[in-house]
């Protein structure tokens, strides 16, 4: 029972939630103090128009009411400017300041503020706590009992609770109750039945079904508050294993450059920018052997981690296979056929591979479904070569796969790249496009591969201009420079 009576008192559940609780409670300060600060102005206004005359207190009772209010709202302000919001008590006094100050104002105006003694009740409920919510609610229904039955020596007397002269007629008790009350013609035991019945008793009913709604506000707001917490978690935990991922990803792919110090014979250089935390595109480039350059670009269907778990898995199989020897078209018929054998997700990839021989600067490639590569001879510019596309990877089984060749030249350029370039998009929806992709490679076509991509790069940022992009990035480019 005791344990019962003690979690029904918590702000926070444990120490992992801790954290999360305080926040609130710092957030529900604040709103604390703004609700004061509003609370003093009203208090300052009534104060003001009882001065005017519109208001029918008499006034050292108004003058003694505002100045002790609005010291007593004073206190709060200050405690939670030297303490920054942020100790664990400020709830407390906040809200009871304002319950205070709030009975005085209501015994004094009565039913013309009864609304102001709901919202220390509401402002408890934003702690989320039931049991500080509940004791707010037995305070506010004592002080409400206790200011009704007060405003009946010094305050405006509400007419609900006697009978009036003339309607809108508004009665300022100055003397004893028995005696105003004959006064007005009623009897006293009546009158005061009548004020009970008519007067406290329907007050006692709202304000009762506004404290069992504030607990519940409270109940389902720290519950909302620690699913909410655990969400968090749980959305760090996942933020955690795909950056984890993303260093997985990116260590699969060459990323030192230049990549073969000793290899003159050629420049390459390639970059690779997934849409999410990780992607399906891939590049590579490997030796294999001391004459032949195998080269890579890739994309697979869909986006997040299966996507990333397929490319590392056909970058794997295709790099085995090439350091086994064999045509670009032999190479892609195996790993094909290996992934089609075991593929529940039904995912495919894109390929183009190629061969280079570093001697002669002779290219075999294939292509499977891949874009087109884009050549540039020295002298000449970017051109696309369109070369003959054969079935995508994992999509059918015993595909065969063609090559062809093409010989780079000293000076010339190979430029290859995955559907995320031309497909890039900006606010209006419009593609980047092969044709802008080709004239952003022709903006200086002699210059390092690097250059090339950085060239690629800028115009793409220019022209998507901040829209959120839904595909992977992926480039590589290759300058032969030839045999000494």
């Known amino acids: 029972m005791g344990e019962k009576i003690k979690s029904y008192f918590k702000f926070y559940e444990s120490e992992e939630t801790k954290a999360v609780f305080e926040q609130n409670e710092y957030q529900s300060n604040r709103l604390s103090l703004m609700v004061i600060i509003l609370c003093a102005v009203v208090l300052a206004v009534s104060w003001l128009l009882n001065t005017l005359g519109v208001f029918k207190v008499e006034m050292y009772r108004m003058n003694t009411l505002a100045i002790q209010g609005l010291i007593e709202l004073a206190i709060p302000i200050v405690l939670f400017v030297v303490f920054k919001g942020k100790k664990r008590w400020l709830k407390y ?13 209501f015994s004094i105006l009565n039913h013309n503020v009864i609304l102001i003694m709901v919202i220390p009740v509401l ?41 009036s002269p003339a309607d809108g007629t508004t009665i300022i008790i100055k003397d004893g109750v028995r005696a105003s009350l004959t006064a007005l013609g009623a009897d ?11 007067g406290f008793l329907p007050r006692l009913l709202v304000f009762s079904v506004v404290g069992v ?24 935990s996942v933020k955690a294993e795909l950056n984890t991922a993303k260093k997985i990803q990116s260590s699969m792919v060459p990323t030192i450059f230049p990549p073969f110090p000793e290899k003159k014979e ?14 399906g595109d891939f590049y590579d480039f490997f030796l294999v052997d001391e004459n032949h350059l195998a080269m890579v670009i890739a994309d697979v269907s869909g986006k997040g981690i299966p996507a990333a778990l397929f490319m590392m898995a056909t970058k794997i199989l295709i790099s085995d296979r090439t350091i086994m020897g064999g045509t670009p078209a032999e190479i ?9 054998a075991n593929n529940p997700a039904e995912m495919f990839v894109t390929v183009w591979l190629g061969i280079l021989d570093i001697n002669t600067g002779k290219m075999i ?5 891949h874009e087109y590569p884009v050549l540039c001879h020295k002298g000449e510019k970017f051109e696309v070569i369109k070369d003959d596309h054969s079935f995508v990877i994992g999509g059918m089984e015993n595909m065969k796969y063609k090559n062809y060749e093409f010989k780079l030249q000293k000076g ?52 998507v201009d901040g829209a959120v992009q839904f595909d992977d990035l992926t480039m590589l480019c290759l300058k032969y420079n030839g045999v000494e």
């Open 266 to 279: 050629f420049d390459i250089f390639a970059s690779m920018d997934a849409a999410k935390e990780v992607g």
């Open 365 to 369: 490639a294939a292509n499977a479904g």
């Open 213 to 236: 709604v504030s607990v519940l506000i409270a109940k389902h707001g720290h519950k909302m508050v620690l699913e909410q917490a655990i969400i968090s978690r749980e959305s760090a």
């Open 412 to 463: 010339d350029r190979l430029f290859v790249y995955t559907d995320g370039i031309p497909e890039a998009i900006n606010s209006d929806e419009e593609q980047f496009g092969v044709e802008r992709m080709i004239d952003a490679l022709n903006l200086d076509p002699t210059v390092e591969p690097i250059e090339v991509l950085a060239n690629v790069r800028k115009e793409v940022n220019d022209f």
């Open 332 to 340: 892609l018929e195996f790993v094909n056929n290996r992934i089609c």
């Open 93 to 105: 006094v906040l809200v009871i300041s304002l319950l205070l100050v709030d009975t005085r104002l």
């Open 188 to 198: 006293p035991t009546a009158a005061a039945g009548r004020m009970m019945v008519h």
């Open 123 to 163: 402002l408890s409920s934003r702690y989320f706590s039931k049991g500080f919510t509940f004791i707010v609610t037995i305070l506010s229904l004592l002080s409400l009992a206790i200011a009704s039955f007060v405003t009946v020596f010094y305050g405006i007397v509400d007419l609900n609770f006697y009978p």
